[in-house]
């Protein structure tokens, strides 16, 4: 059993930025396929970043370039470093982690994911 904490979020000028951090507990994380989800009012839940076991990263094309996800193992967590955020990145960001998995591999669906956390609000005011 994986529990996820998200923390990191708040309200934001545009063009400020911002670092989500997911904090992982009964399980290490370190090699697990790991992923960053948002839902904005009234949209479906949407991939924003997945980083695969061995670190290769797959942002989404709408923040490619502002927002980075990385790990730290010595803390068991994962974080979504975003920047230059504008109004339309405004959501629920959820914090996945998948527990078996190919090597390598870049998971990208919400099925794909064992586990979530409750989300964190990231507001961007215009």
């Known amino acids: 059993q994986v529990q996820l904490v998200e923390s990191g979020g708040g309200l934001v000028q545009a063009g400020g930025s911002l670092r989500l951090s997911c904090s992982a507990s009964g399980r290490a994380i370190s090699g697990d396929p790991m992923a960053w989800f948002r839902q904005a009012p009234g949209k479906q839940r949407e991939l924003v970043a997945a980083?695969?076991?061995?670190?290769?990263?797959n942002p989404a094309d709408s923040v490619k370039g502002r927002f980075t996800i990385s790990r730290d193992n010595t803390k068991n967590a994962v974080y979504l470093q975003m920047n230059s955020l504008q109004p339309e990145d405004t959501a629920v960001y959820y914090c996945?982690?998948?527990?078996?998995?190919?090597?390598?591999?870049?998971?990208?669906?919400?099925?794909?994911?064992?586990?979530w956390g409750q989300g964190t609000q990231v507001t961007v005011s215009s």
């Open positions: 980083i695969s076991n061995g670190d290769i990263t």
């Open positions: 996945a982690a998948r527990t078996w998995y190919s090597t390598f591999t870049i998971y990208t669906l919400q099925s794909d994911y064992d586990y």
